[in-house]
């Protein structure tokens, strides 16, 4: 998702350094100025953008590790952090104070929206951090995202979008185990699934991102559930919501049942890097052959 939304950070007129460890990312983004390191990316610069797979990568960058400093010791304090990463609150909460520390402001900002998000510019964004903060890039997640929250204070953006994710967990499985049922009795998916978007039963998944194949030439579903976001992606996110329900004692029965059904189709369909919407390998086997 980097590369599309630094392009249009690039489309709206901002000056760009990228850096990703895979050197054909940065390649994509026109305009950009490729850097050898994350050190080189983040000197001398006014705002800083993140995004990296989990907390420890994260704290690793910014306050280093193995005896050596993170990037935070090499930020200048005027500099605006950015991390679109989807990680702990815990994590955000312990970078974000050693930000502020050294005077540095620092924004969890979690993204929804998937890399068609990130192409379109449409992306949701759900930050925590100072309010103030914000209001002074609110330019840069506007040249992004469509919808831009302020969750509350260091950490929200990554309680709320955990929440969300758990929640699309849901939605998806329940939406593939219908698809299935419908399927198995003889009803065409495309037909059932325009029934059930004007019924009760309607939700993002049947709107724009059927699991399905076959019904929505725009879906993972229709490219073999390539690309999109990965099943694997979606298990880190449903044990970040196992592990902040046990912090609280929150009951989350279904995101339970959703966190093992992903995990059952991962092993059983050797499905970590296909998109979660392949769950609907677990109902309907047959799609495989």
Known sequence: MGAPMASNLIGAGHTLKVFDLVAETMARVEGGQACSSGEEAAEDVDVLISMLPAGQHVRALYLGRNGEGGLLEKLLPSTVVIDCSTIDAASAQTVAAAAEDRGISMLDAPVSGGVGGAEAGTLTFIIGGDEAALAKVRPIFEAMGANIFHAGASGAGQIAKICNNMLLSVLMTGTAEALALGVDNGLDPAVLSEIMK????????????????????????????????????????????????????????????????????????????????????????????
Request: aromatic share 10%; charged share 15%; net charge negative.
């Open 198 to 289: 004007v019924s009760s039963g309607g939700n993002w998944a049947l709107n724009v991102y059927n699991p399905y194949p076959g019904v929505m030439a725009t879906a993972p579903a229709a490219r073999g559930y390539t690309g999109g976001f990965l099943v694997d992606l979606m298990r880190k996110d449903l044990g970040l919501a196992m592990q902040t329900a046990l912090g609280t004692t929150s009951s989350v029965p279904m995101g339970a049942l959703a966190n093992s059904l992903f995990q059952v189709h991962k092993d059983n369909n050797d499905a970590g890097q296909l998109d979660f919407s392949s769950i609907q390998y677990l109902f309907s086997p047959d799609l495989k052959e």
